[in-house]
């Protein structure tokens, strides 16, 4: 039987591979459900190409265009928040690819779990923000979560076959962004438009400038510790520039296993998307030949301070995180605004820790309120710079 996918985000740059992967393997996988938060017109061209049985445009503004563009397909079409987290309930899914940036994919994907449906988890936010309720509702509804990131795609591979195997500790790489060995007074002055311009992937905006503050290996290593059930002294992270080793485990005997290959976000989908078993692909092959040399080194947690704050709150847990995620999706969305600075996100991020108040056993209703105080405390900080 096909594997019906919900895709969450289909617009983005995670959904649109997600898509390609599908469009290749139709006798495998088909689409039940598009989502998208602004972007009416791709969600239109999807919708039209794969048919799926629902589609969700969060912008209600758009709704009267999505409607009318597919008036004359077999095609539901809904608006607004609480329309995504229903469709995830659907009888018509079997996975739930949450590929949405950001706080905004918390709930959908609670309630994808709640109806026990299988996650594939491109949206780390979640598991940042409220990874002890996370794991906690899928091992109550006994739900797999398989990561979609390519870090955590590779621990997943390399941690296949050893499950009686202790981990000593894991390996992330990072690319190292595009500001790899720069310092804090040429940080001050970069623009949006080189934060925007990653060396080794295509990623969204958001995403792209969390890699060049290194938030989002902070990130990463924080949803690693609720994925394998790590502590923060199990999770080291190397810059490995050239992004061929995706990550690394290794074992109490001292062995280590890797994940290579060139970076394509579409093998880590489509593996996370047909698990337990591997798909025949045309994808671009690595060659040896082709990278003789594959260096590493450590990242630089005093020039990219995103990173030491990662490791402090993941120390720290309650809502420290979520207090760090929301800071830095307001920030973020300042700087590709032209609001702040490169280095004003870190001063952001660091004053909301200090401000908001700290939650040591947070419940959902915990993670909204933290959410949003901090949104409104980020935003009026930044109004202050501006």
């Known amino acids: 039987m096909k594997k019906r996918i919900a895709i969450l985000g289909s617009t983005g740059s995670i959904g649109t591979q997600a898509l390609e ?23 239109i061209e999807q919708a039209v190409k794969f048919l799926p049985d629902e589609v969700v445009i969060c912008s209600e503004n758009k709704f009267d265009q999505v409607k009318s563009a597919l008036a004359g397909f077999p095609v539901k079409v809904y608006k607004g928040a609480e329309a995504l987290v229903s469709v995830v309930e659907s009888d018509e899914v079997d996975i739930v690819l949450t590929a949405m940036v950001g706080y905004a994919g918390l709930l959908p994907t609670i309630h994808a779990i709640k109806a026990g449906k299988t996650i594939a988890l491109a949206n780390k936010e979640t598991l940042v923000v409220a990874g002890e309720l996370i794991t906690a509702l899928a091992k109550q509804y006994q739900v797999n979560i398989y990561p979609v990131d390519s870090e955590h795609a590779a621990i997943f591979q390399c941690l296949t076959g050893e499950e009686n195997n202790p981990i000593e500790k894991i390996i992330l ?26 060396p080794n992937w295509s990623m969204g905006a958001k995403i792209t400038i969390d890699s060049a503050t290194l938030m989002n290996k902070g990130l990463e290593v924080i949803e690693a510790k609720w994925l394998f059930d790590l502590k923060a002294s199990q999770i080291e992270v190397i810059v490995h520039p050239q992004s061929i080793i995706h990550s690394l485990v290794q074992f109490e005997d001292g062995s280590m296993k890797a994940q290579m290959g060139l970076p394509d976000m579409k093998l880590p989908i489509q593996y996370a998307l ?28 005093e020039t990219f301070r995103n990173l030491a704050i990662a490791y402090e709150v993941l120390e720290k847990g309650g809502n420290a ?30 004053e909301s820790l200090a401000k908001i108040a700290y939650v040591e056993n947070p419940s959902y209703t915990d993670y909204v309120q933290t959410n949003e105080a901090t949104r409104r405390f980020a935003s009026e900080m930044i109004q202050v710079k501006v």
């Open 173 to 198: 790489t990072a690319s190292g962004g595009p500001f790899r060995g720069r310092d804090k007074a040429f940080l001050a002055s970069v623009t949006k438009a080189q934060a925007l311009k990653h």
């Open 274 to 301: 047909y698990y337990p078993l591997r798909l025949k692909s045309d994808f671009p092959r690595f060659n040896f030949v082709d990278y003789p040399s594959l260096t590493f080194e450590k990242p630089d947690l």
């Open 21 to 43: 992967v599908i469009a290749a393997n139709p006798e495998v996988f088909s689409v039940s459900v598009l989502t998208a938060g602004e972007n009416a017109d791709l969600l």
């Open 321 to 350: 995180a979520c207090i760090v995620n929301a800071a830095n999706e307001i920030a973020v969305d300042a700087f590709l605004h032209d609001k702040i600075g490169f280095l004003d996100i870190s001063d952001v991020i660091v």
